[in-house]
């Protein structure tokens, strides 16, 4: 199925911890997104990245960083969780020329106890 | 300061009424605007895209507006049918930026 999946979809852990989610695109999309959806289901971006440029939120703690191995993946790593981290997280890609619109993975619900 | 704003957090609408969500938006020049559909515990699901220079894109039982001048656009599902029950985002990209900046959403509820 081409589709962008991320992992976990559920993710419990306790404050100060650190953790990665990953997320793979097999569209060939250009461009890969984190995007975060808080309790008020507002759905707020991160980071977006391509091959050649890192976009980063300047609201976004530095306790986050995507890391990008190659084209198709972005993962999300998060240090020193705090409670305030708790959402759902969304990965996304896009093809550059804008015609088209995200698609979405499924979400992680990260929930920081 | 920029904002974009759904008219309505939420919406009721009787099956076979065509329900109309608005979307208007602040400080932003958008080359585009789009269409999402969100189900809960799903991601965001691309509808529809218009460009400023149009004035209006139809796909099926789906039609959107784009007034620049207004700032604002208008989301149209006619028939509407109780599958079509979700929360639709609005969304647009800041200018010269390849990020997309979402609205706060419309949970739309079609009652048989």
């Known amino acids: 199925d081409t589709a962008v999946s991320q992992t976990p979809k559920y993710l419990v852990t306790q404050m100060g911890n650190d953790k990665s989610i990953k997320c793979e695109q097999n569209?060939?999309?250009?461009?890969m997104y984190w995007y975060k959806q808080d309790s008020k289901k507002f759905l707020k971006i991160m980071f977006s990245?391509?091959?050649?440029?890192?976009?980063i939120n300047e609201t976004v703690p530095n306790r986050f960083s995507p890391k990008s191995p190659d084209k198709a993946h972005l993962n999300l790593h998060i240090n020193s969780l705090e409670l305030g981290d708790s959402a759902v997280y969304f990965c996304?890609?896009?093809?550059?020329?804008?015609?088209?619109?995200?698609?979405f993975g499924s979400g992680t619900r990260l929930t920081v106890v | 300061s920029q904002k974009i704003e759904q008219n309505s957090e939420a919406l009721n609408i009787q099956e076979g009424k065509t329900a109309t969500l608005t979307c208007n938006y602040t400080?932003?020049?958008?080359?585009?605007l789009q269409w999402y559909r969100q189900d809960p515990g799903r991601g965001p699901v691309f509808l529809l895209l218009?460009?400023?220079?149009?004035k209006e894109k139809r796909k099926e039982r789906l039609k959107v507006t784009f007034d620049t001048t207004l700032k604002q656009s208008l989301f149209h599902i006619t028939a509407s049918q109780p599958a079509d029950s979700a929360t639709y985002l609005c969304?647009?990209?800041?200018?010269?930026?390849?990020?997309?900046?979402f609205g706060t959403g419309t949970r739309l509820t079609v009652i048989p």
């Open positions: 996304a890609s896009s093809q550059d020329n804008g015609n088209y619109g995200y698609t």
């Open positions: 569209l060939g999309h250009d461009t």
């Open positions: 990245y391509n091959n050649k440029e890192l976009i």
């Open positions: 400080n932003y020049s958008p080359a585009y």
């Open positions: 218009i460009r400023e220079n149009e």
């Open positions: 969304a647009l990209d800041a200018s010269g930026a390849n990020n997309l900046f």
